[in-house]
């Protein structure tokens, strides 16, 4: 399935129906009293965070959703009938913004979270609500309101627990089918893996479990949007911490290292300051010693753990494993500024 992480759709609340002008209508009552009855609300738009949906796929099909408008006002006090809300499914993970404004409208972290986008026009009222002691034949009502419209920036976000990093090549996608179910492709030419692969990783133990994102490699002004990291990069913003894998066997893997560190730098939104465990990758290829060595003086420079793996034979897997679990059991960053995490919010996000 395509990966689509942004789409862009607008949304329009229903208009609110009319109040009537009613009177009833009795035998030898020239007026009988006002009976115009209250027009339905308009109905709703709301983006409810769907656990089984993974992708905004479906928003560049479809861009314009309206919800139903409220009937008018019956007559003998009839209320009418409230536009029919359309509600949209997301997958959780999805941050929604008013591209008119840059507000975050709503930032779905749990399944089920509902927000409403535009909310419907209020009703009109009918006559009947009019009438007073000394206004016994109300000739008005008002109107409904108009729904509102808004083009809304849905941006999914992946919740993993921890990012792979590292340069194009550096063996990410390998090191993710290795320890997940994830069926990421691997070939030696850069830039193999052009959307995210998420991969969930049993570590022994359900509270030992976490997800793991393979993305696309960065390259140098990757932050600026060289090569395909930069679109990819807010799916680390919130992973609990970075494994940034260097190949030991490249020319100078110490410069790899500082390449990438530059760019999540450059990024900004925290990238740099987030946990990292240095990995040189591909230890069983001779000749990487001397890059081993490299990167884990670099490592103990940055006071930063270091292990050598081979995704390929295992070398040193299993105990980077054991280190992503506890890192991944550490407060995440979202949950440290503590966004909402209630259902049913509406508003700023909190971060
Ligand atoms: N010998 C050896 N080769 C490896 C190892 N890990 C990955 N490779 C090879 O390195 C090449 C690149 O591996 P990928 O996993 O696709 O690298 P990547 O970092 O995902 O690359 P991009 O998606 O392009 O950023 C492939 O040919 C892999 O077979 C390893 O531990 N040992
Ligand atoms: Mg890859």
Redesign the pocket.
Known sequence: MKFVDEAIITVRSGRGGDGLVSFRREKYVPHGGPDGGDGGRGGDVILVADPGLKTLLDFHYRRHHKAGSGDPGGRNNRTGKGGDDVTLKVPVGTVSTDTGTGEVLADFVEAGQAVVMCKGGGHGRGNARFALPWRQVPDFATPGRDGRERVIRLELKLLADIGLV?L???????LINRISAAKAK???Y????IVPNLGVVQAGGPDRTFVVA?L??LIEGAAQGAGLGLQFLRHVERTRALVH?VDASSPDPAEALAVVERELAGYGTGLASKPVVVVA??A??PGSEAGIDALRAAATERRAPFLAI???TGLGVRELVGRMATLAAAPAPSEMTGPGTEPQRRGGSGR
Not at 190 to 193: D, G, V, W
């Open positions: 590292g194009p090549n550096a063996g990410k996608s390998t691997v070939a030696d850069p830039f193999t893996t393979d696309p490699g894998l990758s591909k069983d290829l081979s995704a390929l």
